[in-house]
């Protein structure tokens, strides 16, 4: 069986008790050590979650960077042919001649 978050996208972005800070139970000593632990265990997961995600937006950027070095030089040869050759498919003139 699948789990319920495989078959719903953008179900692992909904709030949980934990996030929202409800609790069925008071607070004790106990459960405050135990809280001050998990928020900072979810805070270490979003923080490496943040140095992922900037180190994915830099390769992007580096990639658009040389598609665009690509584009501006393939612009320019395309350019550099068509001064040479105007006809760019390469057909002169031809006539078709139609008899009756």
Request: aromatic content about 4%.
């Amino acid at each position: 069986m699948l789990k319920l978050g495989t078959n719903l996208p953008g179900i692992h972005d909904l709030s949980s008790l934990e996030t929202l800070g409800k609790r069925s139970i008071p607070h004790s000593v106990k459960s405050a050590y135990l809280a001050l632990f998990m928020a900072q265990q979810h805070k270490d997961r979003l923080l490496t979650e943040r140095e992922r995600l900037d180190k994915k937006q830099k390769q992007i950027n580096g990639k658009l960077v040389l598609i665009k070095r690509e584009i501006d030089h393939l612009k320019e040869l395309v350019g550099k042919a068509e001064k040479n050759n105007p006809n760019p498919t390469g057909e002169k003139n031809k006539r078709t001649v139609i008899s009756y």
